[in-house]
Antibody, heavy 120, light 113 residues
Protein backbone atom coordinates (compact mmCIF):
# COMPACT_ATOMS: atom_id res chain seq x y z
CA UNK A 1 0.00 0.00 0.00
CA UNK A 2 1.38 3.38 -1.02
CA UNK A 3 1.66 5.80 1.87
CA UNK A 4 3.12 9.24 2.46
CA UNK A 5 3.49 9.84 6.18
CA UNK A 6 4.34 13.33 7.31
CA UNK A 7 5.92 14.51 10.53
CA UNK A 8 3.79 15.94 13.31
CA UNK A 9 2.48 19.41 14.00
CA UNK A 10 4.97 22.12 14.91
CA UNK A 11 4.71 25.33 16.92
CA UNK A 12 7.56 27.76 16.32
CA UNK A 13 8.49 31.38 16.93
CA UNK A 14 9.25 33.89 14.16
CA UNK A 15 12.86 33.67 13.07
CA UNK A 16 13.26 30.04 14.06
CA UNK A 17 14.22 27.31 11.62
CA UNK A 18 12.19 24.21 10.83
CA UNK A 19 12.34 21.06 8.73
CA UNK A 20 9.28 18.87 8.18
CA UNK A 21 9.37 15.46 6.56
CA UNK A 22 7.40 13.17 4.30
CA UNK A 23 8.25 9.46 4.26
CA UNK A 24 7.15 7.36 1.33
CA UNK A 25 6.47 3.65 1.57
CA UNK A 26 4.91 0.91 -0.52
CA UNK A 27 6.54 2.01 -3.76
CA UNK A 28 9.90 2.81 -5.31
CA UNK A 29 10.57 6.26 -3.84
CA UNK A 30 12.93 7.35 -6.62
CA UNK A 31 10.41 6.67 -9.39
CA UNK A 32 7.99 9.46 -8.50
CA UNK A 33 8.36 13.20 -8.02
CA UNK A 34 7.17 14.70 -4.72
CA UNK A 35 5.28 18.00 -4.60
CA UNK A 36 4.86 20.28 -1.60
CA UNK A 37 1.56 22.16 -1.30
CA UNK A 38 0.62 24.91 1.16
CA UNK A 39 -2.85 25.60 2.52
CA UNK A 40 -3.14 28.68 4.69
CA UNK A 41 -6.00 28.78 7.21
CA UNK A 42 -9.31 28.96 5.38
CA UNK A 43 -7.60 29.29 2.00
CA UNK A 44 -6.94 27.22 -1.09
CA UNK A 45 -4.14 24.95 -2.24
CA UNK A 46 -0.89 26.53 -3.44
CA UNK A 47 1.80 24.60 -5.29
CA UNK A 48 5.15 25.36 -3.66
CA UNK A 49 7.65 23.21 -5.50
CA UNK A 50 8.73 19.77 -6.51
CA UNK A 51 11.65 17.38 -6.17
CA UNK A 52 12.83 14.41 -8.20
CA UNK A 53 14.13 12.02 -5.53
CA UNK A 54 16.44 10.28 -8.02
CA UNK A 55 18.80 13.21 -8.29
CA UNK A 56 17.25 15.83 -5.97
CA UNK A 57 16.43 18.15 -8.88
CA UNK A 58 14.06 20.81 -7.57
CA UNK A 59 11.90 23.57 -8.94
CA UNK A 60 9.96 26.17 -6.98
CA UNK A 61 6.93 28.36 -7.53
CA UNK A 62 8.13 31.99 -7.65
CA UNK A 63 6.43 33.09 -4.38
CA UNK A 64 8.32 30.39 -2.49
CA UNK A 65 11.69 30.56 -4.25
CA UNK A 66 14.38 31.59 -1.77
CA UNK A 67 12.13 31.20 1.28
CA UNK A 68 11.93 27.42 1.51
CA UNK A 69 14.21 24.55 0.58
CA UNK A 70 13.01 21.19 -0.68
CA UNK A 71 15.31 18.21 -0.34
CA UNK A 72 15.21 14.44 -0.22
CA UNK A 73 17.16 11.52 1.19
CA UNK A 74 16.48 8.59 -1.09
CA UNK A 75 18.27 6.19 1.26
CA UNK A 76 15.40 6.58 3.72
CA UNK A 77 12.66 7.42 1.18
CA UNK A 78 12.02 10.80 2.76
CA UNK A 79 11.42 14.26 1.36
CA UNK A 80 11.82 17.45 3.36
CA UNK A 81 10.54 21.01 3.40
CA UNK A 82 12.75 23.44 5.29
CA UNK A 83 12.72 27.05 6.46
CA UNK A 84 15.74 28.91 7.83
CA UNK A 85 13.76 31.81 9.27
CA UNK A 86 10.04 31.38 9.80
CA UNK A 87 7.50 34.18 9.57
CA UNK A 88 4.03 34.38 11.07
CA UNK A 89 2.70 34.20 7.51
CA UNK A 90 4.16 30.67 7.19
CA UNK A 91 1.39 29.43 9.49
CA UNK A 92 -0.38 26.85 7.36
CA UNK A 93 -1.02 23.19 6.67
CA UNK A 94 1.64 21.69 4.42
CA UNK A 95 1.01 18.62 2.30
CA UNK A 96 3.44 16.43 0.42
CA UNK A 97 1.93 14.80 -2.63
CA UNK A 98 3.21 12.23 -5.11
CA UNK A 99 3.03 13.00 -8.81
CA UNK A 100 1.57 9.91 -10.43
CA UNK A 101 3.55 10.01 -13.66
CA UNK A 102 5.05 12.55 -16.01
CA UNK A 103 4.65 16.32 -15.83
CA UNK A 104 1.12 16.08 -17.25
CA UNK A 105 -0.02 13.73 -14.49
CA UNK A 106 -2.16 14.18 -11.45
CA UNK A 107 -1.21 13.82 -7.82
CA UNK A 108 -2.22 10.30 -6.89
CA UNK A 109 -1.27 10.16 -3.20
CA UNK A 110 -1.25 12.83 -0.52
CA UNK A 111 0.34 12.93 2.90
CA UNK A 112 -1.90 13.60 5.87
CA UNK A 113 -0.54 17.13 6.22
CA UNK A 114 1.69 18.87 8.76
CA UNK A 115 0.29 21.90 10.57
CA UNK A 116 2.90 24.58 11.16
CA UNK A 117 2.03 27.39 13.56
CA UNK A 118 4.38 30.37 13.83
CA UNK A 119 3.59 32.71 16.67
CA UNK A 120 5.49 34.82 19.13
CA UNK B 1 -4.64 35.36 -7.33
CA UNK B 2 -4.61 31.84 -8.73
CA UNK B 3 -3.43 31.05 -12.25
CA UNK B 4 -6.55 28.90 -12.75
CA UNK B 5 -9.84 30.68 -12.00
CA UNK B 6 -12.73 28.96 -10.27
CA UNK B 7 -15.94 30.40 -8.82
CA UNK B 8 -15.57 30.79 -5.05
CA UNK B 9 -18.81 28.98 -4.35
CA UNK B 10 -21.65 27.02 -5.89
CA UNK B 11 -24.72 25.50 -4.33
CA UNK B 12 -27.54 23.14 -5.15
CA UNK B 13 -30.31 21.13 -3.58
CA UNK B 14 -30.05 17.37 -3.09
CA UNK B 15 -30.60 15.57 -6.37
CA UNK B 16 -29.72 18.58 -8.51
CA UNK B 17 -26.79 19.00 -10.88
CA UNK B 18 -24.07 21.61 -10.46
CA UNK B 19 -21.02 22.51 -12.50
CA UNK B 20 -17.74 24.08 -11.45
CA UNK B 21 -15.66 25.87 -14.04
CA UNK B 22 -11.88 26.19 -14.21
CA UNK B 23 -10.50 28.83 -16.57
CA UNK B 24 -6.86 28.92 -17.52
CA UNK B 25 -4.76 30.30 -20.35
CA UNK B 26 -2.62 29.39 -23.32
CA UNK B 27 0.25 28.31 -21.05
CA UNK B 28 -1.70 25.68 -19.17
CA UNK B 29 -5.13 24.30 -20.12
CA UNK B 30 -5.08 25.97 -23.54
CA UNK B 31 -1.69 24.45 -24.28
CA UNK B 32 -3.26 21.01 -24.12
CA UNK B 33 -2.17 20.01 -20.64
CA UNK B 34 -4.55 17.82 -18.72
CA UNK B 35 -6.82 19.10 -15.96
CA UNK B 36 -7.24 17.15 -12.75
CA UNK B 37 -9.82 17.68 -10.02
CA UNK B 38 -9.54 17.12 -6.28
CA UNK B 39 -12.14 17.03 -3.53
CA UNK B 40 -11.25 18.22 -0.06
CA UNK B 41 -13.64 17.36 2.74
CA UNK B 42 -13.39 19.51 5.88
CA UNK B 43 -10.30 18.74 7.93
CA UNK B 44 -8.88 16.20 5.51
CA UNK B 45 -6.24 16.03 2.79
CA UNK B 46 -7.39 16.49 -0.82
CA UNK B 47 -8.46 13.40 -2.72
CA UNK B 48 -8.22 12.79 -6.47
CA UNK B 49 -11.64 13.03 -8.09
CA UNK B 50 -11.02 13.31 -11.84
CA UNK B 51 -7.74 12.84 -13.75
CA UNK B 52 -6.81 13.46 -17.34
CA UNK B 53 -9.76 15.82 -17.88
CA UNK B 54 -12.52 13.20 -17.69
CA UNK B 55 -11.33 9.99 -16.02
CA UNK B 56 -12.55 8.76 -12.64
CA UNK B 57 -10.32 6.77 -10.30
CA UNK B 58 -11.88 3.58 -9.03
CA UNK B 59 -14.27 4.25 -6.22
CA UNK B 60 -15.39 7.66 -7.44
CA UNK B 61 -19.11 7.57 -8.29
CA UNK B 62 -20.15 8.21 -11.87
CA UNK B 63 -22.16 11.19 -10.60
CA UNK B 64 -18.86 13.06 -11.00
CA UNK B 65 -17.72 13.92 -14.52
CA UNK B 66 -15.14 16.18 -16.11
CA UNK B 67 -14.72 17.89 -19.43
CA UNK B 68 -12.31 20.27 -21.10
CA UNK B 69 -12.55 22.68 -24.02
CA UNK B 70 -10.10 25.33 -25.14
CA UNK B 71 -8.69 27.15 -22.13
CA UNK B 72 -11.36 25.89 -19.70
CA UNK B 73 -12.47 22.76 -17.94
CA UNK B 74 -15.55 21.82 -15.95
CA UNK B 75 -16.49 19.45 -13.19
CA UNK B 76 -20.11 18.34 -13.10
CA UNK B 77 -21.78 16.70 -10.14
CA UNK B 78 -25.20 15.22 -10.72
CA UNK B 79 -27.63 13.80 -8.17
CA UNK B 80 -26.18 15.99 -5.43
CA UNK B 81 -25.83 14.37 -2.04
CA UNK B 82 -25.13 15.91 1.34
CA UNK B 83 -21.77 14.12 1.44
CA UNK B 84 -20.65 16.06 -1.65
CA UNK B 85 -20.38 19.24 0.41
CA UNK B 86 -16.66 20.01 0.15
CA UNK B 87 -14.06 22.20 -1.53
CA UNK B 88 -13.11 21.34 -5.10
CA UNK B 89 -9.85 22.27 -6.83
CA UNK B 90 -8.67 22.01 -10.41
CA UNK B 91 -4.98 21.57 -11.24
CA UNK B 92 -2.88 21.61 -14.37
CA UNK B 93 0.69 21.89 -15.63
CA UNK B 94 1.91 25.32 -16.72
CA UNK B 95 4.68 26.05 -19.21
CA UNK B 96 5.05 29.78 -18.63
CA UNK B 97 8.17 29.48 -16.46
CA UNK B 98 11.42 27.61 -16.89
CA UNK B 99 11.31 24.23 -15.21
CA UNK B 100 8.34 22.10 -14.22
CA UNK B 101 5.54 24.16 -12.72
CA UNK B 102 2.09 23.16 -11.59
CA UNK B 103 -0.90 25.36 -10.76
CA UNK B 104 -4.12 25.00 -8.79
CA UNK B 105 -7.38 26.82 -9.08
CA UNK B 106 -8.45 28.92 -6.13
CA UNK B 107 -10.99 26.34 -5.08
CA UNK B 108 -14.79 26.20 -5.08
CA UNK B 109 -16.89 25.55 -2.00
CA UNK B 110 -19.91 23.41 -2.78
CA UNK B 111 -22.86 23.84 -0.45
CA UNK B 112 -25.68 21.30 -0.55
CA UNK B 113 -28.81 23.19 0.45
Amino acid sequence: EVQLVQSGAEVKKPGESLRISCKGSGYSFTNYWINWVRQMPGKGLEWMGIIDPRDSYTNYSPPFQGHVTISADKSISTAYLQWSSLKASDTAMYYCARLGGDYNSNVDYWGQGTLVTVSS
Amino acid sequence: QSVLTQPPSVSGAPGQRVTISCTGSSSNIGAGYDVHWYQQLPGTAPKLLIYGNRNRPSGVPDRFSGSKSGTSASLAISGLQAEDEADYYCQSYDSSLSGPYWVFGGGTKLTVL
